[in-house]
């Protein structure tokens, strides 16, 4: 079976309920990737006491690392616990992870519910693969833009 790779994120208000929900699914993770934004990450490592992929920390560009790995393909699923109570001072780089999710066509978790579903399905255990839209109107142009 194709090895699959997961985001975990959270942000601090957050944290602990996603080290809670890792650790009840811990099992679950056994041969799965992980890769995490900083502070996430090194709480991962510590609660399920294996590696992870650590990127930079949420505010210093994490976040933009984790939609930048969706972009290449790197990452199956995203478990965002993000917090709808505080504001953040990166919001347009969490706007920006979510919209690069939706635009790549991965499964994302906003909350325990449903990373629930997520971890519990049997497409993420066996060979199931999302389809990767057609981005060929998208890609270069084939005509040069004129400037004036
Ligand atoms: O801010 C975050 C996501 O937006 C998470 O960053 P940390 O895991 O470093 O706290």
Redesign the pocket.
């Known amino acids: 079976m194709t090895k699959r790779n997961i985001a975990l ?4 208000n957050k944290k602990q309920e996603l080290m809670t929900w890792a650790k009840d699914n811990q099992a679950l993770f056994a041969n799965i990737g992980i890769y ?6 090194r709480l991962v490592e510590q609660t399920l006491n294996r590696p992870v992929q650590r990127l930079l ?3 210093l560009g ?2 933009q690392q984790i939609g930048a790995k969706i972009a290449e393909g790197a990452i199956d699923v995203l478990i965002f616990f ?1 917090d709808p109570l505080e504001p ?1 001072p ?1 919001d347009p ?2 706007k920006a992870l979510l919209r690069i999710a939706a635009l790549y066509n991965i499964p994302v978790a906003c909350n325990k519910a449903s990373a629930d579903y997520i971890i519990n399905s049997p497409l993420l255990h066996n060979d199931y693969k999302p389809d990767l839209p057609d981005f060929s109107a998208y890609t270069s142009r084939q005509t040069p833009i004129d400037i004036v």
């Open positions: 994120v959270a942000h601090d995490a934004t900083g502070t996430t990450g920390s949420g505010p994490g976040d993000w953040q990166h780089d969490i």
